[in-house]
């Protein structure tokens, strides 16, 4: 009887540690330049990753360069497995397996970014989407694929597996609506991620399982884009 009141104890424990939360509305805050402030977000994959797409806002006066998103593995040690760092004003760089490739993009303006990066093993070509535009493809580690031993963060950038953070490349500001998907968006479905009408199916910001490290807040969205095209802004 105690023995079973200990299981179902230890169950709800696990249950709550699992939990996965809807975060529409909401945004992960860094308020601060840090070493430490930083989100785990834990992506369900079962299969290596051979196609991959991440889309993900961002809000920021940043004017040195931050990472947005960086995905380690840990065996082998390949620390920017896929990372996407921006270069502001000018240059977006997106790292396949450790292998950096810069964007030149239009200038950052004070504003929300919607960006989405795919890549496609099968090829090696990478899309960088910022706002909807298709800036110039890029191919970079045809045949390369990423395993299930990863970390994925946002907040730093990894240069050890889940550490070796640096504050002078951490995010400062808002980040929202992270998805992550296994294979390459269309443009239809990248339209549609924009309006928050696709989510992703290895991390969904609709149902994300993920640990807050530091000093970042979940707070609300207060401008919540829903028509992007139409009405940029509307109350949430
Ligand atoms: C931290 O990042 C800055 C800016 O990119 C760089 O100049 C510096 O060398 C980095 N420091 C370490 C220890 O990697
Ligand atoms: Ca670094």
Redesign the pocket.
């Known amino acids: 009887m105690r023995l079973n009141t200990l299981y179902a104890l230890l169950l709800v424990v696990l249950m709550r540690s699992q939990a996965q939360q809807d975060l529409g509305n909401k945004v992960f805050f860094f308020p601060k330049e840090t070493d430490t402030a930083h989100v785990v977000l834990k992506p369900i994959m079962k299969t290596p990753l051979r196609k991959l797409s991440v889309c993900l806002r961002s809000y920021t006066d940043l004017s040195r360069?931050y990472g947005l998103f960086s995905l380690a593995m840990s065996d082998p040690k390949v620390y920017n497995a896929f990372l996407i760092m921006i270069s502001p004003p000018h240059y977006c760089s997106v790292y396949i397996n450790n292998e950096q490739i810069s964007i030149k993009v239009d200038p950052e303006v004070g504003d929300w970014k919607h960006t989405c990066v795919t890549w496609d093993s099968t090829s090696g070509v990478i899309q960088l989407w910022i706002n909807g535009k298709l800036y110039p493809r890029k191919v970079s580690n045809k045949g390369f694929s990423i395993n299930t031993k990863i970390n994925i963060i946002v907040g730093q950038e990894q240069?050890l597996f889940g550490g070796g953070f640096?504050k002078?490349?951490s995010f400062v500001g808002d980040l929202t609506d992270i998805h992550m998907w296994d294979s390459v968006l269309t443009p239809g479905d990248i339209q549609k991620v924009m309006t928050n009408d696709h989510t992703g199916n290895v991390i969904n910001w609709r149902s994300l399982n993920f640990d807050i490290t530091g000093d970042a807040l979940i707070q609300p969205n207060l401008q919540c884009v829903k028509q992007w095209q139409y009405t940029k802004y509307t109350q949430c």
């Open positions: 360069q240069d640096n002078s490349q």
